[in-house]
């Protein structure tokens, strides 16, 4: 595998799993996104990055950044009423109310009705 073929395995992976590592920590999410900017990647560092984010226990202030990111790509669209559900459900999830899931959920409802390619491949929308 030649250099340009590692970058660009490295940066879709991260694309893919940014919010995700974000939602468990913020100190990773700046961790990777600093040694990609490096001259060479490995992509068997971001993995492992990437899974030592996976193990971290949930933070609910990660978690809460990483939907106030993904809210930045609906709020043009979305209604008042939309951003008032969604910001519920969160501090509803704050307060331990509700469980993250019921946050995911409610982003993929939006993702459903404003398309989003970059976001329909994200492990924090997909994967739970």
Do not use: C
Not at 10 to 21: F, I, Q, R
Not at 51 to 71: C, G, P, T, Y
């Amino acid at each position: 595998m030649n250099y340009k073929s590692i970058k660009k395995e490295s940066e879709e992976l991260w694309a893919k799993n940014k919010y995700y590592v974000l939602s468990k920590s913020h100190k990773v999410y700046l961790e990777i996104r600093a040694y990609l900017r490096e001259k060479e990647p490995d992509v068997l560092w971001v993995n492992k990055k990437i899974q030592e984010a996976r193990d971290m226990k949930e933070s609910k202030k990660d978690f809460s950044n990483a939907v106030l990111h993904i809210w930045g790509y609906f709020k043009k669209e979305a209604s008042t009423m939309e951003k008032r559900i969604l910001f519920d459900i969160l501090n509803e999830y704050i307060k331990g109310e509700n469980n993250r899931e019921a946050v995911i959920e409610y982003l993929n409802t939006l993702l459903k009705k404003y398309p989003n390619e970059y976001l329909e491949k994200s492990t924090l929308l997909t994967r739970e």
